[in-house]
């Protein structure tokens, strides 16, 4: 589904991903960890296709479209979702009219009839209920004034609106508490699917008790240096990531 | 509290004593003859005399501005004498031993020991009394490096050329009427050559002093930072207590070249008036840079003195990456006026500046800021930031802010952003309660107020400043 | 041009108007006319002004106010066509509004109008004064206690006539209301406007503004209010561009504890000009006053914007604050802005912000990141960036009316 190849990217001309390379499966969730500045998050920004990320050398394809030639609503569109780790505040625009457009701009990308307006309030009323955020924030300003733990599950909800092919959730565990953390993975849990797959960009080990991965990779300087199942993370709670560094080194 | 306040505000002025020698100083009165005078008891290149009649002529058909935020009596232009010389100073002086001990004295009270000065090595000093520069330190080093640091009355016979090429260049003659009239009348002032590359190897410093009772002074500065050069210039003011206003108009151009570095250092102290309001310079200065491309051009002033204060150092960015930089702090207490702030004009791609403006209004002192962000149609991603701060003292005072911001380019950015606050006695009592007494408490609240703009001083100036604020805030409290 | 031969008084009207006529024209008296060099008007040509003559009063188009509605408003409409108001196209008002013809005021209601009228706006307003000179048509609306239905005043110009619109609105101690002005039409006439508002004690007024006229319509005017103790002004301003389009809207905070809220939005496209002035004026103490203003510059359009708060010397606890934000979506777009701060005493809160800037590189990532392309994302920021103001309105309808005529603005705007 989503084949990464000798990837090198930069940001202001410093090389932060240097030869990255990952294959994600149907249906698989791939945990991705390190220590801040490995490269974690400009994986989920180089993949999402955010301007000022560079890619330097190196593929990325899903479902056999070259991803990197994709402008980003096209990425979107085709299935690629990131949550984001610090979500902007877009005032002025109410989440509900963003979701809609949203929506109907990938209904459109698939020839699909949209979803008439009282189904898709239905949906998103729906939805909110899902990941325990009261209905109003549908008539807020996108994100604005939200909290952390609000902004982390509107990304939630707007992930699970677009239900996307691959979706990744760029440290989405980070500054929840322990509840919100739950609603998050039981948000994550219900979505997944044989024909969906998953990247969960973490710092902690503590996210993966929630949401169980199959494989994880541990970056150090821009590449991963080591892959393993679920009892890496654990082996890294244990022994932090100076081992594998020094390992590295 | 407000009794505390004026209390502090009365101040002395220390710099306020006149010197007693004799002066060759023309009668009042201003016209053709006049600048000829001033011509010839220079010894003028003809062009140079040319240039001047024909400011002169254009300053005649001007009108003095009256858009700034300061009120004065009309200013009779011929009441002025426009040109007074030391006596001492016929034969001039081939070293500081010949320089008249009264003059040197002068310096001495000003704080300026240039004896001292010459074995503290780093400052090299330009003095201007009256209208003759006296003394110049530091030759041989700055020649060393191949720069030039000397009068402009001096560099216009040594250095004609680049004199010729580069004056009026940044400040052209008829740019505003106290422009046009410094063209025509100027006395002396500095001129600053720094060759391709080179970094000037000390700070170069002037203080200018306007002694002889109803003279203007007029001098005109010209620095030129050739490609990849780099200069920090200094500049202290101060005169005599006098009950008379004394009119002080002079124009500051600097040239940086590609790759080149200037930063302008002011700290201002012009006798600002008794508490009455009576006497004082009338400050009323074009100050103006050009920055071609990667150039950077900073300007710093802490003006404290002037009964009117008129000055805007501006900043041309012309060449693309240029940088312009505006630091100051304007103190207005008793019943002075300063309208004063900065000019950017950007015009090159990806020029940047910053602006950072400290008014403090105390007494009856009004404070304007006074500013222009210009974004040109080429200024392709182009940034401004500008803060602008008002500190008040006491209920009398005004603090005003003026700022001008023209966008033309949509990748351009400028934001503005003013506040106001005073010294409450809140704050006040806090400090009193922590065992500090009214006036330290100020002084300590001014000048954290103050901070950002010191700190962008050379250390020694940064220090003065403080000082200097402190005394001219003295008794302000309550 | 010259403002005093403009000042000509129309014939046959009672004493105490013709005494209004030679006060405002005596304030004319040896005013130049504005150019680049008058500090108010460096940025605005009065030349689209002095290069035609109006002076064609045909109608050019329909006279129905109902093309005007706003739906769901459940408005009560004060309708003016061409200057004149027209009580058969008008609503009943409630019973605690009175509607009063200038011209036609009895002796006391006379009384009344002249304490106020031409009060409010400043002498400095030469395009009020020379209102005043020739002042014909225009009414004085009175309101006592709580009117719950909005007023809609429908200043409709159809013509290429040279138009004179006056409004005088006295809110009485404690009243309360919504009033919304609604300029509209579709003809290219020339409109001085003056509208002045004086909130008693404790009374408190919506107001909106709405220039929403034709685009060749010229307009001069702008509208003034007075708050007395406790008042509050709530005041919402939106203006599309025209050749010339001067608005200047001052606010007198005469009274203590007076408060005053002011959100706007200049939208000037093709090669339109907006020039908007706004003033709080702080005469009395602990009076608070917020100014929000923004605007979007397109294509070859030119905005003006000049905001200025005023602290007199007795206005203690003072709390003033001024925003404005510009974006320019072209290369020949341009914005010239000036907040002022003239500050007359120590104990106030005072703070003004400027920004010229471009949408955020972010927000239109993060748009694109959920399938938007970027043109709607583009749009639908611009569309938020103005929309934001709308989120405190008092009346839904008028909100959802304005939000539609945003959005149809917007549609055509495309990067």
């Known amino acids: 589904m989503l084949s990464i190849h000798d990837l090198y990217a930069s940001v202001d001309e410093t090389e932060i991903l240097k030869g990255l390379s990952l294959e994600i499966s149907d249906g698989e969730v791939h945990a991705i960890m390190g220590v801040n500045g490995s490269g974690k998050s400009t994986l989920g920004h180089v993949l999402a296709g955010r301007p000022g990320y560079t890619v330097t050398s190196g593929s990325v394809r899903m479902d056999d479209q070259d991803l990197l030639e994709l402008e980003p609503e096209i990425r979107s569109r085709a299935g690629l979702f990131l949550a984001f780790q610090y979500p902007v505040e877009v005032p002025g625009v109410t989440n509900l009219e963003f979701l809609k457009a949203a929506v109907e701009a990938r209904s459109r990308h698939y020839g699909e009839e949209p979803l008439n307006a009282s189904e898709f309030l239905k949906q998103a009323r729906g939805i909110c209920d899902a990941v325990n955020l009261d209905q109003s924030f549908l008539r807020r300003g996108v994100n604005e004034g939200f909290s952390g733990g609000e902004k982390k599950r509107n990304e939630l909800m707007q992930m699970m609106l677009l239900q996307p092919k691959v979706a990744i959730l760029d440290e989405t565990d980070s500054g929840l508490d322990i509840d919100a953390l739950q609603v998050v993975a039981d948000g994550v849990n219900s979505l997944r699917a044989p024909d969906r797959s998953f990247v969960v960009i973490t710092h902690y080990q503590r996210l993966l008790n929630y949401i169980e991965p199959d494989y994880v990779h541990v970056l150090v300087g821009g590449r991963i240096v080591r892959s393993g199942d679920k009892s890496l993370a654990l082996e890294l709670e244990e022994k932090g990531y100076r081992w594998l560094e020094d390992e590295v080194a | ?478 | 041009m010259d403002f005093e031969q403009l000042a000509v008084a129309p014939a046959a009207s009672p004493v105490w108007l013709q005494d209004f006529h030679a006060a405002s024209r005596s304030a004319l008296v040896g005013v130049p006319w504005p150019d680049r060099k008058t500090e108010a008007w460096r940025n605005t040509s009065l030349r689209p002004l002095t290069d035609e003559s109006f002076n064609d009063s045909t109608m050019t188009g329909s006279s129905d106010p109902s093309e005007y509605r706003i739906d769901d408003l459940n408005s009560r409409d004060v309708v003016f066509v061409d200057g004149q108001y027209k009580p058969e196209l008008s609503d009943e008002t409630p019973s605690n509004v009175n509607v009063v013809k200038l011209a036609d005021a009895s002796e006391t209601e006379a009384q009344l109008i002249r304490s106020s009228l031409g009060t409010i706006v400043p002498v400095s307003q030469h395009f009020a004064q020379l209102n005043g000179s020739r002042l014909n048509d225009g009414i004085m609306l009175r309101i006592r206690g709580v009117v719950s239905q909005p007023i809609r005043i429908v200043w409709q110009s159809n013509s290429h006539g040279s138009l004179n619109h006056r409004l005088l609105v006295l809110m009485e101690p404690g009243s309360q209301a919504t009033l919304i002005e609604h300029f509209c039409g579709i003809g290219r006439a020339f409109t001085n406007s003056v509208s002045e508002f004086e909130l008693a004690e404790n009374s408190h007024l919506h107001h909106y503004r709405l220039h929403l006229e034709h685009e060749a319509a010229i307009h001069v005017g702008g509208c003034h209010a007075r708050l007395s103790a406790n008042a509050s002004l709530s005041g919402f301003h939106l203006g599309t561009g025209s050749p010339l389009k001067r608005l200047d809207v001052t606010v007198n905070h005469a009274g203590a504890g007076a408060d005053s809220r002011m959100v706007g939005a200049y939208l000037p496209k093709t090669k339109q000009r907006i020039d908007y002035h706004i003033c709080a004026e702080h005469s009395a103490p602990h009076c608070t006053s917020e100014s929000t203003f923004r605007g979007i510059v397109a294509d070859e359009a030119r905005a003006v914007f000049n905001g200025r708060i005023h602290i007199h010397p007795g206005a203690r606890e003072t709390e003033a604050t001024l925003d404005n934000k510009n974006l320019l979506t072209s290369y020949k777009a341009q914005v010239h802005t000036k907040p002022e701060l003239e500050i007359y005493n120590d104990d106030v809160a005072c703070a003004h912000g400027a920004t010229v800037s471009q949408l955020s590189e972010e927000s239109l990532h993060y748009l694109r990141s959920r399938g938007l392309g970027p043109d709607a994302a583009y749009r639908m920021l611009n569309f938020a960036f103005i929309n934001e103001l709308l989120d405190g309105a008092s009346e839904p309808p008028l909100a959802e009316y304005l939000r539609t005529r945003l959005q149809n603005w917007f549609e055509q705007e495309a990067p």
Not at chain 2, 195 to 207: A, D, F, H, Q
């Open chain 2, 1 to 478: 509290m407000s009794e505390q306040i004026d209390e502090l505000i009365k101040q002395d002025y220390e710099a306020g004593f006149v010197t007693d020698i004799e002066s060759e100083t023309l009668p009042p009165g201003l016209n053709e003859e006049v600048i000829r005078f001033i011509s010839a008891r220079k010894d003028e290149p003809e062009w140079l005399l040319e240039w001047r009649l024909n400011a002169y002529r254009q300053w005649l058909t001007m009108t003095e501005p009256d858009w700034a935020h300061v009120s004065y009596p009309d200013i009779d232009f011929n009441a002025i004498s426009y040109y007074s010389a030391p006596k001492s100073m016929e034969d001039k002086p081939k070293s500081l031993d010949e320089v008249d001990p009264e003059l040197l004295a002068t310096y001495e009270k000003l704080g300026i020991p240039l004896h001292e000065q010459e074995m503290l090595a780093g400052v090299a000093v330009d003095a201007v009394f009256d209208s003759v520069s006296v003394a110049t330190t530091f030759r041989e080093k700055l020649e060393e490096a191949g720069v030039i640091f000397c009068p402009i009355s001096e560099a216009v016979k040594t250095h004609p050329d680049l004199v010729r090429q580069h004056l009026g260049s940044v400040v052209p003659v008829s740019d505003n009427y106290y422009s046009a009239l410094n063209c025509a009348v100027f006395s002396d002032g500095s001129f600053v050559y720094i060759p391709k590359g080179v970094r000037c190897p000390m700070e170069l410093s002037t203080y200018f002093r306007i002694n002889e009772a109803k003279t203007g002074q007029f001098e005109r500065t010209l620095i030129v930072a050739d490609e990849g050069s780099e200069v920090s210039y200094l500049e202290g003011c101060t005169a005599p207590m006098r009950d008379e206003n004394q009119l002080h108009a002079a124009v500051v151009e600097l040239v940086a070249l590609d790759n080149a570095r200037i930063k302008y250092s002011t700290v201002q102290n012009w006798y600002p008036g008794d508490q009455d309001g009576r006497g004082g310079i009338y400050n009323f200065v074009t100050k103006r840079g050009v920055a071609h491309t990667n150039a950077h051009i900073s300007w710093t002033q802490v003006e404290t003195g002037s009964a009117i204060t008129m000055k805007y150092p501006s900043c041309i960015l012309k060449g693309d990456n240029s940088v312009g930089e505006f630091y100051s702090v304007a103190l207005s207490n008793n019943h002075q006026q300063a309208d004063t702030g900065t000019k950017m004009v950007h015009i090159g791609r990806n020029t940047r500046s910053t602006i950072v403006s400290k008014g403090i209004s105390a007494g009856q002192g009004s404070n304007s800021y006074r500013g222009m962000v210009r974004m040109n149609p080429g200024a392709e991603n182009a940034r401004n930031h500008t803060q602008c701060d008002s500190l008040l003292i006491g209920d009398q005072c005004g603090a005003h802010t003026f700022p001008y911001i023209e966008g033309k380019n949509p990748t351009a950015t400028i934001e503005h952003e003013a506040t106001t606050s005073r010294v409450s006695g809140d704050q006040l009592f806090l400090c009193q309660q922590r065992g500090l007494d009214a006036e330290k408490a100020v002084a300590m609240i001014v000048n954290g107020f103050c901070k950002e703009v010191f700190r962008e001083l050379p250390m020694e100036f940064a220090v003065e400043a403080g000082k200097l604020l402190e005394i001219s805030l003295e008794g302000a409290v309550g």
